[in-house]
């Protein structure tokens, strides 16, 4: 089973992808946790993302198709997989279809722009795993520290309040068609993003089993 999370930055699609991902045993792919990383090991595909990245731009299609090829090949996607920030453009899923990776559903997680900047603002991921957590709504037991990995849980660059406007401009002009382009397809499952995390959690995999 392939399936995609769709949604603006800092709608929750990375947790409902860590969430699913653990109840059907399928690896979680994400492409800006991948280049994060790519970054912080200074790998050319990581120099080339950085500035992109801290504008609150895009990164340009060939480094991420790339890395995300490079990861789709491995063998623990051979049973399927969860893609988190990917395709994030059209161009980027017609490069999917090329590829010959068939998507079994598409979960789009709505969430209005003022909610994604209120929300914005208390987010916090692992620097080590990426695990994503959020000070009011999805706190670490221990301050700072990662439940999964003990590693310490920061404030990304790119969420800071001025770049997080610049990610959901890009949003509604890049991200936003695919919508339509999954829609068309009859895979789009639009899950309608809750307040409480764990309703979410509910309502995606309700919107699953659809
Ligand atoms: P969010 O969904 O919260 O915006 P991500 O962690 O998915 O954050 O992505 C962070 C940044 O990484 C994006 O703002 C963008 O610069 C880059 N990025 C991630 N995935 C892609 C992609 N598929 N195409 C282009 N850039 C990407
Ligand atoms: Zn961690």
Known sequence: MNLIFLGAPGAGKGTQAENVSEKYNLPAVSTGNMLR????????????????????????????????????????????????????????????????????????????????????????VCADCGASYHIEYKPTSAEGVCDLCKGSVVLRDDDKPETVLARLKTYHEKTAPLIEFYESRGKLRTVEGQIEINDTTRLTFEALEK
């Open 37 to 124: 990383e790519a970054v912080k090991n200074g790998t050319e595909a990581g120099l080339k993302a950085k500035s992109y990245m801290d504008a609150g731009d895009l990164v340009p299609d060939e480094v991420v198709i790339g890395i995300l090829k490079d990861r789709i090949a491995l063998d623990d996607a051979k049973k399927g997989f969860i893609l988190d920030g990917f395709p994030r453009t059209v161009e980027q899923a017609e490069a999917l279809e090329r590829m010959g990776v068939t998507i079994d559903k598409v979960v789009n997680i709505h969430v209005s722009d003022q909610r994604i900047i209120d929300r914005m603002s208390g987010r916090r």
